[in-house]
């Protein structure tokens, strides 16, 4: 039922066995060997001060691999005088968890002594599982610490967020990422095998790393465990070739997704064509579908360019079209492509304001008839009805517009599209002022 990630973990002792991974031998066993966090862990911050005081209330560390979640569990086990579980997200059903809650209310009930539960990944759970926690949470038979990679918003229960405290962990930066990197060449287990790496060397591997820890370390052991001692440190170029090539940090289904292409809109949005081409890239070279990347770059031309340059609409059909039939990785160039004119092109929300305006107008508004005189008289009942009476055929007009009124009368004069004086829609802008003014002339007579 339990994961025995903490069972062979004694207070201030740290494993050494040989088969045990550079991740876990390099792992903290105490705050301050905690590299980075100092937000949180540093004298009189919140965390550490909860933690020290054994006063550690529901919590979930969010943040991406490698960033300390685990860590934090671990040294809240060494440090709490509480009873603690570990419990694995992955394995645990909910008869296991109900199971565990009444062990706890029963030892909360005859000793005075709090459960805390560490649960690993606890964004794998599903909503059944998570609301078995809530009565014993809300309760205080148990303390909850929960380790998500995922944004706690979208994959933990509103109920049983409300009564945690989401603490957010950031990656770790180049610097602190190398920090870890010099520790782990002084431990007993890497200089036993008598590899060092030059500083050229160390550096590239703390680069490509993401800002996750375990993966700098395990490219680290990597590199130690493949290598044969010649005396001389390893150089940079001899360490890309055995690590071959880095890992992006890009999850297709997680919230990077989504951050990364936020990115790549909002750089097009903002003219920024350096920008826009390296997301673009990232999302790419991260395994993102290119099609996915080629409509959201049509949906920037109709909602950020609009008809300030209707052109930019074509090209994303080209470019979806030519994605289609290249195939990656050429289409990463016709990609890069549409968004570098995306970024040129003037822009103009105008086309999506009015679209936005209209929808609320119709989700929220009274929805009125159609005007007879623009209705269809399919049948004689409905010309009886006055369906199409007085309907104006607008081809039979010089300007090809009427005096005509379209909308319902509670809608007379509504204006949705707003045209800006960007590019060709200044134009079309003028053109469409024009024309309204005959309309009213016509209705009107002045």
């Known amino acids: 039922m339990t994961s025995n990630l903490f069972d062979d973990l004694q207070p201030g002792r740290k494993r050494v066995d040989k088969e045990v991974p550079l991740p876990e031998v390099m792992r903290p066993s105490s705050l301050d060997e905690v590299v980075g966090l100092r937000e949180l862990l540093g004298p009189g911050e919140f965390l550490r001060t909860a933690i020290e005081e054994d006063r550690v209330p529901s919590l979930i560390f969010w943040g991406p691999p490698g960033s300390g979640k685990t860590t934090l569990g671990r040294i809240i086990a060494r440090v709490t005088k509480a009873r603690f579980v570990p419990l694995s997200a992955t394995s645990a059903s909910i008869k296991d968890i109900k199971a565990m809650m009444e062990d706890a209310r029963k030892e909360r009930d005859a000793t005075g002594r709090r459960t805390i539960i560490f649960i690993d990944e606890i964004h794998r759970f599903n909503k059944a599982q998570q609301d078995a926690f809530l009565p014993y949470v809300e309760a205080g038979d148990i303390t909850l610490l929960g380790a998500t990679t995922e944004n706690p918003s979208f994959e933990i229960n509103s109920a049983l967020l409300s009564r945690a405290k989401v603490i957010v962990l950031q990656k770790l930066e180049h610097g602190q990422i190398r920090e870890i990197l010099h520790r782990a060449m002084k431990h007993e287990s890497v200089i036993k095998r008598k590899i060092t790496l030059s500083p050229e060397a160390l550096d590239f591997v703390s680069s490509i790393a993401g800002g996750d820890a375990r993966q700098a370390l395990n490219s680290l052991e990597l590199v130690i465990t493949t290598s044969q001692s010649t005396g001389q440190p390893l150089s940079r170029e001899e360490v890309a070739r055995i690590l071959h090539q880095r890992s992006l940090v890009y999850d297709k289904s ?13 750089s097009i949005r903002n003219s920024d064509a350096d920008a826009a081409v390296y997301w673009l890239v990232r999302m790419l070279e991260g395994g993102e579908e290119p099609m996915y990347i ?15 340059d209707p052109e930019a609409l074509k090209l994303g059909i080209a470019a979806k079209d030519a994605v289609h039939f290249l195939g990656m990785p050429e289409a990463g160039i016709v990609l890069a492509e549409l968004a570098v004119y995306l970024c040129q092109a003037p822009k103009s929300n105008a086309i999506y304001t009015a679209y936005s305006a209209a929808r609320g107008e119709v989700r929220n508004g009274d929805n009125p008839a159609v005007p007879h005189q623009i209705r269809n008289a399919a049948t004689s009942l409905m010309k009886e009805l006055g369906y199409g009476k007085d309907y104006q055929y607008a081809h039979d007009f010089d300007e090809f517009t009427t005096g005509l009124v379209c909308l319902p009368d509670s809608l007379a004069g509504r204006v949705f599209y ?7 829609e200044k134009e079309i802008g003028e053109r469409l002022k024009k024309l309204k003014d005959l309309r009213e002339k016509m209705r009107t007579g002045k």
């Open 418 to 424: 707003e045209p800006r004086e960007s590019g060709r």
């Open 254 to 266: 997680g919230e990077e997704h989504y951050n990364i292409i936020s990115a790549l809109h909002k």
């Open 294 to 308: 080629a409509r959201r770059l049509v949906r920037a031309a109709a909602e950020d360019v609009g008809l300030a």
